[in-house]
């Protein structure tokens, strides 16, 4: 996997850097975004405080992130030399490659996740993990301020700020919608266990659906046909999922609507899996065309609404309304907010050297 | 179980009243309220209309709920002689005397639910299923009004009326709160499976709660005073469950801050389980006692705020607050609307003869 790739490296980097000698300042901050959103970063903006003599105490590692990156990061992390914080809102690591099999029901949930503290638990780390949402790094302060994802209704407690020597970021990545209105709204993402789940439920809840009384064929026809937008991995993996558990579980509890099943993957490319070797697309693309998934490549989603996709044809510029029961975005991974946030700072303040790896 | 006993004798009821030959009319409506929910009626207002020959057509059979009742009673229908349809906003059975287990982990929700299409298919049942909740039955007319429970987004069709010539209620039990002020809105309660996945994250989320920097050691006992309002055996098996969770799997994980967890049921009566031989109470408590979980009997309920429950002392009428983090209500279950409304209407209309059994 390319994360664990990068992660390690950025790991091995840190530390090198962490390494020298006391007193020789380390200066650096390492952004590492993997494709997929991996993304880890340290920071060290201690040169203007240099002291002669080190404080005798353990240097602080702030870890914002519990995915690929910060994991990889802390496995590879001698705890008892540092003291060591881990900010996530999920309190697991999860093994994504499965999540589409997760929304079909191949595999469960609970088999893709990994507690954290559990992780720490076995491989006998000194960590603290705290389950809160890092919401603004301020590397002037050598903090991030974070907030309970468990509820702030206790006092109003939920918000704190963690200082650090070293901080790792590996916040991996957003949905990026390129702003297409109404995906946010209406589409399903593929990014975390609990999209998966909703995934599911919602693939099911379509069936139920075309089952009640009173619906018309057209409309049978509507909440039936399961839209994939990208045709990356991700899309195309969740696409032949889907078809299995359509082909080989839903058809026989739902005989009755078994006709008006249908999968679409909308491609703005002319090919899916355009980033692998050309034989790998052309097979996936006849093995779908065998399995009746339907294929429409060159199209792009300029809107999506509760219940069509408006799509146009790249190369002749026709729009053209798709119904559609169940939407996936799977065509889009963007930077988070508060990376964004950090970074212009880091920029602006172009008093922290800074380095960017993108994989 | 007392269900499926219940259930089999309406069964057996209902059976041999529709075996009688054709044009000897029966016009029975049979409630069977089972401990702990499984209501099962069937109805046959048709007494009025008699006709000298009856219509070749099947009789029509709507069964309202999947639960205990439900299920027993389709497992004992020959489905090629009548018209079933069976409505229940949830498409599976639930095997119940499991939930306890499944709000800590021992068992998988997955585990104790069965689709209930699936059951149909496997028997080879004719049997149309839709996902809805019946809103009124209207005896007079033979129809129940039911709403499509996965979403009435579609041209707001998801009202759809449903006519019967026998009609099977078993919609099992609501909660019953007593009009305790807070319950409803605070309260975690343990009759669906969603129930138990939601209190299985709510354990936890008090846990890391009670982990984020900044908490006194006062918040962190409330945080992790786990209460339990009603000592039955729904109550008792739950608390007995989570006190392995929480010693077994959670203070491993979070080490430190195991001294403040706690687990109290309250019961208002003298001891728990009392419906039972009360050897059976005595085991239970004492082995409760040796597990460090507090027994509050004698004390009544009588609000529940956000943080802390309101109890009153039975004998000497104090009022007390306990601080809390998590509660569950196991101390009641009522009848639900639509029964009650159901058998006001056949009260009032008078028409229609109708026998309770009351398990």
Chains 1, 2 share one sequence.
């Not at 992390?77 to 499965?98: C, G, H, M, Q, W």
């Not at 999209?195 to 026809?221: H, L, M, Y």
Request: net charge neutral; proline share 5%; charged share 25%.
């Amino acid at each position: 996997m390319g994360f664990s790739f990068f992660a390690s490296r950025a790991a091995a980097r840190f530390l090198e850097d962490i390494r020298r000698p006391a007193g020789v300042s380390t200066a650096a901050l390492l952004l590492t975004a993997a494709s997929g959103g991996g993304i880890v970063a340290y920071a060290d903006s201690s040169r203007a405080e240099e002291a002669p003599e080190p404080p005798p105490r353990k240097k602080k590692v702030v870890v914002l992130g519990t995915g690929w990156a910060g994991t990889s990061f802390l496995k590879n992390l001698d705890s008892s030399r540092y003291e060591v914080k881990v900010i996530s809102p999920r309190n697991y690591f999860a093994f994504t490659p499965l999540l589409p099999s997760v929304t079909c029901g191949t595999v469960e949930a609970r088999s893709v996740v990994e507690p954290i503290r559990r992780m720490f638990e076995k491989k006998g780390k000194d960590v603290a993990y705290y389950e809160a949402e890092c919401l603004k790094i301020d590397p002037t302060k050598k903090a991030v301020h974070c907030r309970s994802a468990v509820g702030t209704n206790l006092d109003g407690n939920g918000d704190f700020m963690l200082d650090y020597d070293y901080l790792v970021v590996a916040l991996g990545a957003a949905v990026n919608t390129f702003n297409t209105p109404g995906v946010m709204e209406h589409c399903h993402f593929l990014k975390e266990v609990e999209d998966a789940q909703k995934i599911r439920k919602s693939v099911i809840d379509c069936f139920e659906r075309a089952s009640i009384p009173n619906i018309s064929e057209e409309e049978k026809r509507k909440i039936l046909h399961f839209v994939i937008i990208g045709g990356g991995p991700t899309g195309v993996e969740f696409a032949a999922e889907l078809h299995d558990f359509l082909v080989e579980d839903l058809v026989k509890l739902y005989p009755a609507i078994e006709q008006f099943v249908k999968i679409t993957i909308i491609q703005s490319g002319e090919h899916i899996l355009n980033t692998f070797d050309q034989r790998i697309a052309v097979f996936a693309e006849s093995k779908f065309q065998r399995d009746g998934i339907e294929l429409s490549t060159g199209f792009r989603v300029i809107k999506v609404s509760d219940d069509s996709i408006t799509v146009k044809c790249k190369s002749s510029g026709v729009e053209t309304l798709v119904p559609y029961g169940m939407a996936i975005w799977s065509a889009g991974i963007g930077t988070r907010p508060v990376i964004t946030d950090f970074m212009n700072q880091v920029g602006r303040a172009n008093d922290v050297p800074w380095q960017l790896m993108n994989g």
